[in-house]
Nanobody
Framework: QVQVVESGGGLVQAGGSLRLSCATS????????VGWFRQAPGKEREGVSCISNYDGMPKYLDSVEGRFTISKDSAKNTVYLQMNNLTPEDTAVYYCAATSDWLSRSYCLGNHYNNWGQGTQVTVSS
């Protein structure tokens, strides 16, 4: 069955970097849109970055544009989120999600996903 498993979270100082990994199984990665979402305490979940399965293009939340980079290694069935210049506002549980719906980059940060991982905690200290 479709599975996504996140790893790579941790505690980092402001200005530091982390790379999250989303290991996928049970589907052909290039046929699925994959997104990274986060939820901070007391806040709603928000889409951070995604890769469209329609055209392979990435999309980013405005507040992470230029600091975060999403990439995928289809041979390893893994999607990565490289996070640089982290700030305390990036503290949250980060989730990976996948869907077989055809999503262009205009839509891949939306609420279209039906396969979610368990999340990985990212904590950025000031």
């Amino acid at each position: 069955q479709v599975q996504v498993v996140e790893s790579g979270g941790g505690l980092v100082q402001a200005g530091g970097s982390l790379r999250l990994s989303c290991a996928t199984s049970g589907f052909i990665l290039d046929e699925y849109a994959v997104g990274w979402f986060r939820q901070a305490p007391g806040k709603e979940r928000e889409g951070v970055s995604c890769i469209s399965n329609y055209d392979g293009m990435p999309k980013y939340l405005d507040s992470v544009e230029g600091r975060f980079t999403i990439s995928k290694d289809s041979a390893k069935n893994t999607v990565y989120l490289q996070m640089n210049n982290l700030t305390p506002e990036d503290t949250a549980v980060y989730y990976c999600a996948a869907t077989s719906d055809w999503l262009s980059r205009s839509y891949c940060l939306g609420n279209h996903y039906n396969n979610w991982g368990q999340g990985t905690q990212v904590t950025v200290s000031s």
